[in-house]
C-alpha cells in the first residue's frame, strides 16, 4: 500500500491551498483517513481527520479555515486550506488506516510521504 500526498506549496497569508492523498495497493477498505503537521521545533499535530462514514474531527487552530474530504471510489482524502497563516507553516503527513485484501479484518496505520506548506507574512 502506498500513500501518495500533493498539492503543497509556498503561499502568502491569506491564500488557499488544497492537499491530497490517494491510497493505492491491495485495500479492501479504508477507515479512517486524515492529515497530521509538523512544524519546525514543534510536536506533530493532528490537522483533521474524517472516517468512512465522513464524520470529522479538527485541531481547534484549523477549524473554520480548514475542510477535510474523502473520495472513497478514488481511495483519496483531501484538505482545503484557506485562509492560512504563517503559523500553519509545517510539513504535511496524510495517514489512512487501512484493511488489506486477504488481511481478514486487521487495521494497519499508513503514512503518505509529506508534503510541504509554507506560508509567508
Known amino acids: 500500500v502506498q500513500l501518495q500526498a500533493s498539492g503543497g506549496g509556498s503561499v502568502q497569508a491569506g491564500d488557499s491551498l488544497t492537499l491530497s492523498c490517494a491510497a493505492s495497493g491491495s485495500i479492501f477498505r479504508i477507515n479512517n483517513m486524515g492529515w497530521y503537521r509538523r512544524a519546525p521545533g514543534k510536536e506533530r499535530e493532528l490537522v483533521a481527520s474524517i472516517t468512512s462514514s465522513a464524520s470529522t474531527n479538527y485541531a481547534d487552530s484549523v477549524k473554520g479555515r480548514f475542510t477535510i474530504s474523502r473520495d472513497n471510489a478514488k481511495n483519496t482524502v483531501f484538505l482545503q486550506m484557506n485562509s492560512l497563516k504563517p503559523g500553519d507553516t509545517a510539513v504535511y503527513y496524510c495517514?489512512?488506516?487501512?484493511?488489506?485484501?486477504?488481511?481478514?479484518?486487521?487495521?494497519?496505520?499508513?503514512w503518505g510521504q509529506g508534503t510541504q506548506v509554507t506560508v509567508s507574512s
Open positions: 495517514y489512512a488506516l487501512i484493511v488489506l485484501i486477504g488481511g481478514g479484518s486487521r487495521m494497519s496505520e499508513y
